[in-house]
């Protein structure tokens, strides 16, 4: 067996766990392969001696699977302590995120929609005025009648950026809540 | 020799050979296995499990040929528990050597044998 073939091999052997685990160790072994492909060993040696992918990806996995569950109280408590004081500093970023970035950008956004609603409704408003007024345009109709369709053009397109614009902004806030839940529970 | 007996040794052995200085994978690999009927790989998920227990920490360091290499260092911890481990470890081996002497008693007295 090659380096190639080896590093394949723990690589599918080691299946269950997480990416950057498997990156992890599959680097670490590579370099093991790099130090005794310069002490002059050839590769196929080097993985002989390394014992069999599988056996190494098993002992691999025991080394962080059943301890878990083998362990002793009080390094459970010592490995819990970290995780409440990592999330106690995610709660303070939760926090002061919200405040100084978080909520006056939304307040932002949401005034803007309000303006386009405006906008909107103030354009309506405007158009309405014009068609009650088109009867007494006397030469000027065709000018009113084409300034009334730009209008509703106007109106159109002002309403497709109103729907769009709370729609996203509905969708946002949502992924924004879910992310500051996982946060505050969670940690990073 | 039987694979029960060296799992539990082992990681008292890497810490130690980490107590004399720093070394990466390769030469721990070695070191143990130049002393110790072995696989090379064994080494590596026992400096997994060291690291991630806080025993040793972890850094990288450029070497003449190839991409950087991964250095381990004891940390207090991991002294504490080598020396917890060579105690326990000497207090265990003193009683076995104790147990199996005898049966060498047995042998050097002579177990009578049938005419």
Known sequence: ?188 | MNSQFKKGVLDMCVLAILDKGDSYGYDVADALSSSIELADGTVYPILRKLASDGSVTTYLKESQNGPPRKYYHLTPIGRNRLEQDKKEWRGFAKAVDEIIGEEGHYEQTGIPEEA
């Not at chain 1, 080097?46 to 025991?62: F, K, Q, T």
């Not at chain 1, 730009?150 to 614009?165: D, E, Q, S, T």
């Open chain 1, 1 to 188: 067996m090659n380096r190639q073939e080896y590093l394949k091999k723990l690589e599918t052997c080691l299946g269950s766990m997480s990416y950057k685990e498997v990156k992890d160790i599959l680097s670490e072994i590579d370099t093991h392969f790099v130090a005794g492909i310069a002490k002059g060993k050839t590769e196929e040696a080097l993985a002989d001696e390394l014992g069999s992918p599988e056996y190494l990806a098993r002992a691999y996995m025991e080394g962080t699977q059943l301890p878990k569950a083998l362990r002793k109280q009080p390094e459970i408590k010592a490995a819990k302590q970290p995780v409440t004081d990592d999330s106690a500093v995610a709660k303070i970023f939760v926090v002061f995120f919200n405040l100084l970035v978080a909520i006056p950008l939304w307040l932002a956004l949401l005034a803007s929609i309000v303006v386009v609603g405006l906008m909107l409704l103030g354009a309506i408003a405007g158009l309405v005025a014009l068609i009650l007024a088109l009867p007494s345009f006397g030469s000027f109709l065709a000018a009113g009648i084409s300034l009334a369709l730009a209008i509703v053009f106007a109106n159109i397109v002002l309403a497709v950026i109103l729907i769009l614009g709370i729609k996203y902004f509905a969708l946002g806030t949502k992924y924004y809540v879910g992310w500051n839940k996982k946060i505050w529970h969670n940690g990073f």
